[in-house]
């Protein structure tokens, strides 16, 4: 596969930073990004990549040459006037789909993975795709069961509850979706190329919790340095096993009320979004694992249930708190409810006690489960961690029973995840 830069633009929310040096060039931690972009890509195996140059042009391809200092074959397309970011893709003769990317992100991922999720749906584009902390200023996606992309809503004007699940910047691409578009006329690739592919039912969200952050400000731009001497990007790849934390729902990040049939009955417990936080700022991927048998009860549809989870996502997001996965299990095996859904009163290897939302996930995302915890208000949460191979943690905050023995009891999230952010530092220190 060959890989396309979009390194043309002439960096503006960067001020000063920008004002003599092309922003793929700036120095990241002692390196130019465009140069760690470069050798990330050689090391997921490309070899042919082409930079569209723009703004300061000359310095950019003088820094880089021909690529052979890096493993790869470089080539330049270059905008005499700036064309976007959909502008030149139709020039460049391109045959075969590719990789695309900003020339202003920092990332560590797993190429492979996302190509064979390209290839085994016959997209169009595969976007790749995970929420951030500050949803509530971003475009986001929208999608079915299947990843699909149904929608792509804006920065302005979204619904009252919405998915956090944004493009990071990275996405797989077929020519044909630049086919179209006249040579040499800016386009943007947002506004003119994929959201009027949306209609094919061929795009698709790729989401991952591996590690992608735009660089496009300085505050940005000086987390991700902080970011790297962490090691972040590198333990949170798929391919590297690692620690999460799996959280029960109800009574756990939202106050405990029975059975939730709408979205406007979901309300956040007092520190759960700060306790959220403080996972997603260590780089602990944090997942969603709920029974959710109002489903199969008739008591909602999968759609409200979706919209409850949005609401979930949007109360999160406003504090800057994010989960990197929801999963759900919507089945009920007893019968007798008055409308209930057939096809979903069964047992089935999701629901808890049983594993399967946990095994997943840990498969989907590279989870160590033995060093994993999940945080749960009932027994059954417990139980359920014993069958997935991970440690539980007992929370007083929700549905109040009473904890099994041997099991560590907290009153909320907020000290379950103060306690375990202290043993993960004491752990890096030793």
Known sequence: MEAVILAGGRGTRMGAMCADTPKPLLPLAGEPVIMRQIRALSAEGIRKITV??????????SALGDGSAFGVSLRYYREETPLGTAGALGSLGLTEDFLLLSGDLLFSFSLPDMA??????????TLFAHPNAHP???????TDGADRITAFLPKNGKPAEYPNLCNSGIQIVSPALFAALPAGVPADLDRDVLRPAVSTGRLYAYRSAEYVRDLGTPARFAAAGADLAAGLPRRLRRDVPKPAVFLDRDGTLNVYRGDIAAPEQLELLPGAAEAVRSLNLAGVPTILVTNQPVVARGLCSMETLARIHMRLETLLGEEGAYLDAVYVCPHHPERGFPGEVPALKIPCECRKPAPG??????????ISLAD???????????ETAGNAGCRG?????????????GVPVYPDLSAFTQAYLSSLRRDADA
């Open 136 to 142: 509530f200023d971003s475009a986001v996606l929208e």
């Open 116 to 125: 064979a999720f390209h290839r085994e749906r016959g997209a169009l584009a």
């Open 357 to 366: 939302m946990l095994l997943t996930a840990a498969k989907r995302f590279g």
């Open 52 to 61: 569209v140059a723009g703004y300061l042009a000359d310095r950019l391809i």
């Open 393 to 405: 943690a007992f929370l007083l905050c929700g549905k109040q029973e009473t904890p099994p023995p």
């Open 372 to 382: 994993s915890w999940l945080a749960g208000d009932t027994r059954r949460d417990m």
